[in-house]
């Protein structure tokens, strides 16, 4: 691992697995629970090439790096403070080897890679549409959670061209756009394969859903059971635990 450099606000945080640690800067944004979830449900072939849009500080190919045998896993970022933050905590981990870092917009991928190059590709996009409450569209916490600068057609459309024939798509989104998700990853060829629903405890409706799609598939899913968050006591399940090491 190499010593590197923290600027402003910024922490190094542990994330308890394979003693991988990840740069951030809480006035930004700090990954939540829901990439460390997409992070387990997705799945790369052993040498497989693996790319995650909107990569943010890089959580998601990091924590893939322990958790899968790909060859090699890449974290497309728009935001040039968030990928230089990416970049750090690449080098820190000391895994430049197999991690890497490109600056650039998801609606643009295809120019930025070869088309039909990866075996698997994440995404945790932003999550609600428009603008509406935003102060500060450049905000990288609007970014991160409204359509600011990508949509879901975005996101699902750079998959599509970026996925080799049979290549699987995986993403975390809110179930109220579960239709929608449906309806856009069956239109570009990503057929929907496998879904979890997650809630925050049992008695709650489901606020994550996991959905994984194939490029070319045809038509038939499997609705896996449900994540449970949380016990009824407010501490979490042996399932959370176990994902997230504790």
Do not use: W
């Not at 896993?73 to 728009?78: A, F, R």
């Not at 061209?161 to 069956?186: A, D, Q, Y």
Request: charged fraction near 25%; proline fraction near 6%; aromatic fraction near 6%.
């Amino acid at each position: 691992m190499e010593q590197v450099s923290l600027k402003n606000s910024e922490r190094i945080d542990d994330l308890q697995r394979a003693g991988l640690r990840i740069i951030q800067d809480p006035e930004r944004f700090c990954f939540g629970m829901d990439a460390v979830l997409l992070s387990h449900f997705a799945t790369c072939p052993a040498g497989g090439q693996m790319l995650d849009l909107g990569t943010g500080t890089g959580i998601i190919p990091i924590l893939m790096s322990a958790l899968s045998d790909a060859s090699h896993l890449t974290g497309l970022e728009i935001q040039e403070e968030s990928a230089d933050m990416a970049d750090r905590s690449v080098s820190l981990n000391g895994i430049g080897d197999r991690v890497s870092v490109v600056k650039g917009d998801i609606k643009e991928a295809g120019r930025n890679f070869p088309r039909a190059s990866f075996d698997c590709i994440t995404c945790n996009p932003p999550y609600l549409q428009g603008d509406h409450g935003i102060v500060n569209p450049a905000d990288a916490k609007a970014i991160a959670r409204h359509e600011v600068l990508c949509t879901l057609e975005d996101v699902v459309s750079a998959a599509e061209t970026l996925l080799k024939p049979n290549g699987h798509f995986f993403m975390v989104h809110r179930p109220f756009r579960l239709s929608e998700i449906m309806c856009c990853m069956h239109d570009h060829n990503l057929e929907p394969k496998r879904m979890r629903l997650v809630y925050p405890m049992a008695d709650r409706e489901p606020n994550m859903v996991l959905i994984e799609g194939i490029r070319g598939a045809k038509m038939r899913i499997t609705v896996e059971k449900p994540l449970i968050l949380q016990n009824p006591d407010g501490s979490y399940t042996d399932e959370v635990k176990e994902l997230y090491g504790f």
